[in-house]
T-cell receptor, first 108, second 113 residues
Framework: RKEVEQDPGPFNVPEGATVAFNCTYS??????FFWYRQDCRKEPKLLMS???SGNEDGRFTAQLNRASQYISLLIRDSKLSDSATYLC?????????FGAGTRLTVKP | DGGITQSPKYLFRKEGQNVTLSCEQN?????MYWYRQDPGQGLRLIYY???????QKGDIAEGYSVSREKKESFPLTVTSAQKNPTAFYLC????????????FGQGTRLTVV
């Protein structure tokens, strides 16, 4: 069983749409959680950390559900520039594990 | 500027040759990681190190070796035992304690010819 699982997509949405990604993790001892964005042939870059109380950064909202062991990312009012692959990451005792990524394409 | 530097950006290797990928960070991070990414795939952990002179195998360590002689350096050697080495290799680092997000280098694209 994979430790961190994501819906691979692809998600193809029109500009202005709201899109949500989920990510499940298997290790209940996991300590910290993140969403990364990766553009084609580039390195992943941190999008946002995920806190227990949920957190928001502009059009992006991240949530953590420890009981069900999943994290989510909500993107509102999608822009063309949001097109990328979104990776969730789970850190347990500094063994950082990534999901396979969800590919998002925002179309005009 | 603080950051992680990987070199070279592109690397070509003949079959049967060992090759070493460089990763240097000046962020004073204790933990460093090597990942492999294949086209359309996620990141798979090769090795990680939480402290100088110590490292642990990840999920796909076979055919790879690492060293951590200095805090800022974590080179990865792709040996001839790695049967399918063509991939995108990413090095990352993070602070050991607390909410420790990982920061990545720009990656090395290795092609076996």
């Amino acid at each position: 069983r994979k430790e961190v699982e994501q819906d691979p997509g692809p998600f193809n949405v029109p500009e202005g749409a709201t899109v949500a990604f989920n990510c499940t993790y298997s290790n209940s001892a996991s300590q910290s959680f993140f969403w990364y964005r990766q553009d084609c042939r580039k390195e992943p870059k941190l999008l946002m950390s995920v806190y227990s109380s949920g957190n928001e950064d502009g059009r992006f909202t991240a949530q953590l559900n420890r009981a069900s062991q999943y994290i989510s990312l909500l993107i509102r009012d999608s822009k063309l520039s949001d097109s990328a692959t979104y990776l969730c990451a789970v850190n347990e005792d500094n063994d950082m594990r990534f999901g396979a990524g969800t590919r998002l394409t925002v179309k005009p | 500027d603080g950051g992680i530097t990987q070199s070279p950006k592109y690397l070509f290797r003949k079959e049967g040759q060992n090759v070493t990928l460089s990763c240097e960070q000046n962020l004073n991070h204790d933990a460093m990681y090597w990942y492999r990414q294949d086209p359309g795939q996620g990141l798979r952990l090769i090795y990680y190190s939480q402290i100088v002179n110590d490292f642990q195998k990840g999920d796909i360590a076979e055919g790879y070796s690492v060293s951590r002689e200095k805090k800022e350096s974590f080179p990865l050697t792709v040996t001839s035992a790695q049967k399918n080495p063509t991939a995108f290799y990413l090095c990352a680092s993070s602070i050991v304690q607390g909410w420790t997000e990982a920061f990545f280098g720009q990656g090395t694209r290795l092609t076996v010819v």
